[in-house]
């Protein structure tokens, strides 16, 4: 039986060609060579499994012009460990090496691994080799964490980025492998590991082979690959979305039962959903629907989808969904914590559809706009009365994101169309008519402060018989009159905000009842007289002096003191 090879080191690449996706990297290598501009100390940085050893050892064997058999067993090139030999003993032994030029071939190359491991007096001890090698050394450092490599280090060697690879070449090179080993693979599974490596080609290899493996038959097909990486199927996350575009969240709550039965995370869920609203939003748009890195049937499920999902919907379920995700792990109840941004998601349709209703003037009175939430119940009879003239136009503020237009689904209920009211009208709002009456314009005619004071109290009646107390204790303060601005007295700021609330109201009752439209109302806060603190004995002494001065003549008479 012969020993099984992995496929990231069978495959491995022996030619700057034959790397994946690092283009600008092997270029830069191949014309410094030629060039003969090649620095002494390079610094490959980046993510793990995307070919920076791999680089450093074709480097290796390019400069000296080795073939493969000659470079793997050759002294000219060093591969130190720096996770495991970071000590200042092992990089000593290293220079100490450097000291003996090579017995063949023109270049001693030493390449570090994971260098950002070394100690600070390891670092220290290589600066001034790295900074003044022998002409026939070059060192070749790699790590993941540039930020961990000491300026020092950094600002003497030549530093090379290597990027994610995309998942496209991924899956170009799982077919060419796939094609060499005869074994049989479907394209959405071939996407899948390309996805779950996140950019590192060893790791996809890693779970090609192990899915190959699984595989009786000897290949490599999507539902075995979602079976092995235990990734929730695509179906789900489109079933999850028509539920939640109807409206049809018991089945959605179902649906969420049936994912947690088979095993799967409720945090991976709503990340996975999240990715899913992502992709549909990156699917509206023509330009940006090459980000959907997806198999192309894939692809166009997607798309139909995105015809049939409002970018409104798809922001404001991105934007819940991203606030569950930061919350779970504090949540207590994770399980009922998804259930309700479930829940909300489905609602955000009649959310949208309230926004895109025109607000009449007697709903915009309605709306208590001083909160910073507003409460908003559904009434199925629209108030169609025309705005007045005395009010100023509201801006319609919906959380959350609305849009101009909503695009249903085919073959789904339209949601009915929805006023919006709070909790209960002001007590003048009940005099304001239809759209159909016609109003006297307002003229500016002379009144008394007695006439004025008795519509103030008859509105405060009206207050009054609402249950409204803390308004109604409000307009029994003092006023001042002043030609045609009334100021009330109040006795703090919380008062103050309370007046606020009905103030557009009360204004607009007074300038309506007496015929004038000049009247303004103005607040003034009553100062309030600080409290004198009490400390030390004498103070306390000198208090009780005050409201009994025969203490001062009994302490007098009897020589006592007053510190205790």
């Known amino acids: 039986m012969e020993n099984f090879v992995v496929s990231a080191r069978k495959y491995r690449p022996e030619t700057f060609e034959q790397v994946v996706g690092q283009e600008h990297v092997t270029t830069t290598l191949k014309n410094a060579i030629d060039h003969n501009q090649l620095a002494q100390a390079l610094l490959f940085c980046g993510p793990r499994g995307v070919g920076k050893t791999t680089c450093a050892r074709i480097l290796a064997k390019q400069i000296n ?30 220079i100490d090496q450097v000291r003996y030029p090579p017995q063949q071939g023109k270049f001693k190359v030493y390449i570090i691994d994971e260098v950002h491991m070394l100690s600070n007096a390891a670092f220290n001890a290589f600066l001034k080799t790295l900074e003044e090698p022998p002409s026939y050394a070059i060192f070749i450092l790699a790590t993941t964490e540039k930020n961990k490599v000491i300026p020092t280090i950094l600002s003497r060697c030549q530093i090379y980025d290597f990027k994610r690879i995309q998942v496209n070449d991924i899956v170009d090179y799982l077919k060419k492998v796939a094609n060499s080993e005869k074994i049989k693979t479907e394209e959405e599974a071939l996407h899948l590991i390309a996805q779950k490596a996140d950019g590192a080609l060893r790791d996809a290899l890693s779970l090609f082979d192990l899915i190959a493996t699984f595989s009786s038959e000897h290949q490599v097909s999507y539902q075995s690959t979602i079976k092995n990486l235990h990734i929730l199927d695509y179906d789900y996350y489109f079933k999850m979305t028509d539920f939640l575009i109807s409206q049809n969240s018991s089945q959605a709550l179902l649906l969420f039962d049936q994912i947690l039965a088979q095993g799967f995370d409720g945090h ?63 949540s207590k109840n994770q399980r009922l914590h998804i259930e309700l941004a479930l829940l909300k998601i489905s609602h955000i349709p009649d959310v949208l559809t309230i926004s895109q209703s025109p607000l009449t003037n007697q709903q915009k009175k ?70 159909s009456e016609t109003k006297e314009p307002i003229v500016d005619e002379n009144y008394s402060d007695h006439n004025l004071k008795d519509h103030w109290k008859s509105y405060a009646q009206k207050i009054k018989a609402q249950g409204k107390d803390s308004e109604f204790t409000i307009l029994n303060q003092e006023l001042s009159i002043k030609e045609h601005t009334i100021e009330i007295k109040l006795k703090n700021a ?26 303004k109302i103005t607040t003034h806060l009553i100062p309030q007289k600080e409290s004198e603190l009490i400390y030390t004995s004498q103070e306390k002494f000198n208090h009780l002096a005050k409201k009994n001065p025969h203490l001062k003549t009994l302490k007098d008479k009897l020589g006592l003191d007053t510190e205790f």
């Open 268 to 330: 991976n869920f709503i990340v996975g959903l999240s990715e899913h609203f992502r992709n549909l939003m990156v699917c509206k748009d023509a330009q940006t629907i090459s980000l959907l890195q997806v198999s192309e049937s894939v692809q166009n499920i997607y798309k139909e989808q995105a015809e049939n999902t409002s970018l409104s919907f798809l922001l404001s379920s991105l934007n819940l969904a991203n606030q569950y995700d930061l919350s779970y792990k504090s």
């Open 494 to 519: 919380f008062q103050e905000d309370i007046l606020e609330r009905f103030k557009a109201d009360l204004l607009q009752y007074l300038r309506e009842n007496l015929k004038n439209n000049k009247i």
């Open 65 to 94: 012009e080795f073939d493969e058999k000659t470079a793997a067993g050759s002294l000219n090139i060093f591969e130190l460990d720096a996770a495991s030999n970071n000590s200042v003993e092992d990089i000593r032994n290293l």
């Open 366 to 435: 309605k709306i208590d706009y001083s909160s910073g939430e507003n409460k908003l119940k559904v009434n199925p009879v629209e108030d169609k009365s025309e705005p007045s003239s005395t009010q100023k136009p509201v801006a319609k503020t919906v959380n959350p994101i609305s849009a101009p237009e909503i695009k249903k689904p085919q073959g789904l209920k339209k949601t009915p169309k929805l006023t919006l009211v709070t909790e209960e009208p002001p007590p003048y709002a009940e005099k304001q008519g239809t759209s």
